[in-house]
C-alpha cells in the first residue's frame, strides 16, 4: 500500500579510493529503508559526486556539486582510507570542501576512516600524511569511526545511522511530529503497557538500540540493554514477551536475522522511548 514519507538526501562524501565503501553505505541505506521507511516515514536517499553529478561548465567543479548536489542533503556521510583527494583551490580536497561547508551550514556529518591493509607500493605518502592530519583536525571538532574491514564499516554504520536520526537534532527539527495517520497504528507512549515501556527504555540505554530474547538450559530471558527480564517462571518470562510483541506490533522495534532472538529500536522506537 502506498504511503506517503520525508525524504532526506544523504550526501556520501569519499575520494576515489573507497569504492567498495561507498557500495557499503549505499547498501546500508537501502537496508535502513526497507526496514524503517513505513514504520517512521522517512526515507533516505543516497546521493555522491559519482552518482549524482553532470557535465557543466561556466564554474569550479567542486562548486558545481557543491551548489547541485550537496546543498540539498541533509546527512552526509564521510569516508577515507588512503587518499585525502585533489585539492580545490578552497580546500585540500573536494570530499573536505564537501564536509567543512556541509558542518558550517549546521547539518551533521558522520566520518568513517578506514584502517584495512594496504600494498605499501600503492600508497601516496602525502596524500596519506593529509588523511592523517584531516582525521586529528575533526577528532578536534567531535567524533569520528575508524573501522578495520568493510564488514565492520557495515555493521557499525547501520547501528549508528539509526541512532544519528533518532537522536539529531537538525534531523529530528526535519522529521517532525507523527502525522495524524500514524497514530492510528501505532499506540501513543501512555498507551504502551508498563512492562512494553521499561522494556523499551532498556534497549535504548544502550547505542545499537538491541534487545534479545535468549534460551539458557532449560529456561529462557529477555536482556535489554543491562537489564535482564523474563528469568524464574515460565508466567514471568509470558509477561515480558508480551510486552516484547506489544513493541513489535506497535512496530516500535524490528526483528533482525531469522532465528527470531534479536530485535532492534526502529527510529520511531527511538523516539517513542525519549518519551516513555
Given at each position: 500500500?502506498?504511503?506517503?514519507?520525508?525524504?532526506?538526501?544523504?550526501?556520501?562524501a569519499?575520494?576515489?579510493?573507497?569504492?567498495?565503501?561507498?557500495?557499503?553505505?549505499?547498501?546500508?541505506?537501502h537496508?535502513?529503508?526497507?526496514?524503517?521507511?513505513r514504520?517512521?516515514?522517512?526515507?533516505?536517499s543516497?546521493?555522491?559526486?559519482?552518482?549524482?553529478?553532470?557535465?557543466?561548465?561556466?564554474a569550479r567543479p567542486?562548486?558545481?556539486?557543491?551548489?547541485?548536489?550537496?546543498?540539498?542533503?541533509d546527512?552526509?556521510?564521510?569516508?577515507?582510507?588512503?587518499?585525502?583527494g585533489t585539492?580545490t583551490?578552497?580546500?585540500?580536497?573536494?570530499?573536505?570542501?564537501?564536509?567543512?561547508?556541509?558542518?558550517a551550514?549546521?547539518?551533521?556529518?558522520?566520518?568513517?576512516?578506514?584502517?584495512?591493509?594496504?600494498?605499501?607500493?600503492s600508497?601516496?605518502?602525502?596524500?596519506?600524511?593529509?588523511?592523517?592530519?584531516?582525521?586529528?583536525?575533526?577528532?578536534?571538532?567531535?567524533?569520528?569511526?575508524?573501522?578495520d574491514?568493510?564488514?565492520e564499516?557495515?555493521?557499525?554504520?547501520?547501528?549508528?545511522?539509526?541512532?544519528?536520526l533518532?537522536?539529531?537534532s537538525?534531523?529530528?527539527?526535519?522529521?517532525?511530529?507523527?502525522?495524524?495517520?500514524?497514530?492510528?497504528?501505532?499506540p501513543?507512549?501512555a498507551?504502551?503497557?508498563?512492562e512494553?515501556?521499561t522494556?523499551?527504555?532498556?534497549g535504548?540505554s544502550q547505542?545499537d538500540?538491541?534487545?534479545?530474547?535468549?534460551?539458557?538450559?532449560?529456561?529462557?530471558y529477555?536482556?535489554?540493554?543491562?537489564?535482564?527480564?523474563?528469568?524464574?517462571s515460565n508466567?514471568?518470562?509470558?509477561?515480558?514477551?508480551?510486552?516484547?510483541?506489544?513493541?513489535v506490533?506497535?512496530?516500535?522495534?524490528?526483528a533482525?536475522?531469522?532465528?527470531?532472538?534479536l530485535?532492534?529500536?526502529?527510529?520511531?522506537?527511538?523516539?517513542?522511548?525519549?518519551?516513555?
Amino acid at each position: 500500500m502506498a504511503y506517503q514519507a520525508t525524504v532526506i538526501p544523504v550526501m556520501i562524501a569519499s575520494p576515489g579510493d573507497v569504492n567498495e565503501e561507498r557500495d557499503i553505505i549505499r547498501a546500508v541505506i537501502h537496508d535502513w529503508n526497507d526496514i524503517n521507511a513505513r514504520a517512521s516515514r522517512v526515507m533516505l536517499s543516497a546521493v555522491g559526486w559519482d552518482t549524482h553529478a553532470s557535465p557543466e561548465l561556466g564554474a569550479r567543479p567542486q562548486q558545481l556539486i557543491n551548489d547541485r548536489i550537496l546543498t540539498d542533503c541533509d546527512l552526509l556521510i564521510g569516508v577515507f582510507w588512503t587518499r585525502l583527494g585533489t585539492p580545490t583551490g578552497k580546500a585540500a580536497s573536494g570530499t573536505v570542501e564537501e564536509i567543512e561547508a556541509h558542518v558550517a551550514s549546521g547539518k551533521p556529518a558522520m566520518l568513517y576512516f578506514s584502517s584495512r591493509p594496504v600494498a605499501p607500493d600503492s600508497i601516496d605518502p602525502a596524500q596519506y600524511a593529509n588523511v592523517r592530519e584531516a582525521k586529528t583536525k575533526w577528532m578536534q571538532q567531535g567524533l569520528v569511526e575508524g573501522f578495520d574491514d568493510s564488514e565492520e564499516l557495515r555493521h557499525k554504520l547501520s547501528k549508528q545511522l539509526s541512532f544519528c536520526l533518532a537522536k539529531n537534532s537538525y534531523l529530528q527539527g526535519i522529521i517532525g511530529a507523527p502525522r495524524e495517520e500514524d497514530t492510528n497504528t501505532r499506540p501513543a507512549s501512555a498507551e504502551l503497557s508498563a512492562e512494553a515501556k521499561t522494556l523499551l527504555k532498556a534497549g535504548a540505554s544502550q547505542n545499537d538500540g538491541h534487545i534479545w530474547k535468549l534460551a539458557f538450559g532449560s529456561g529462557e530471558y529477555i536482556q535489554a540493554g543491562e537489564q535482564t527480564f523474563g528469568e524464574g517462571s515460565n508466567r514471568e518470562m509470558a509477561r515480558w514477551e508480551a510486552a516484547l510483541e506489544e513493541l513489535v506490533h506497535a512496530q516500535l522495534v524490528v526483528a533482525r536475522g531469522t532465528a527470531g532472538e534479536l530485535f532492534e529500536l526502529t527510529h520511531e522506537g527511538w523516539t517513542m522511548a525519549d518519551q516513555a
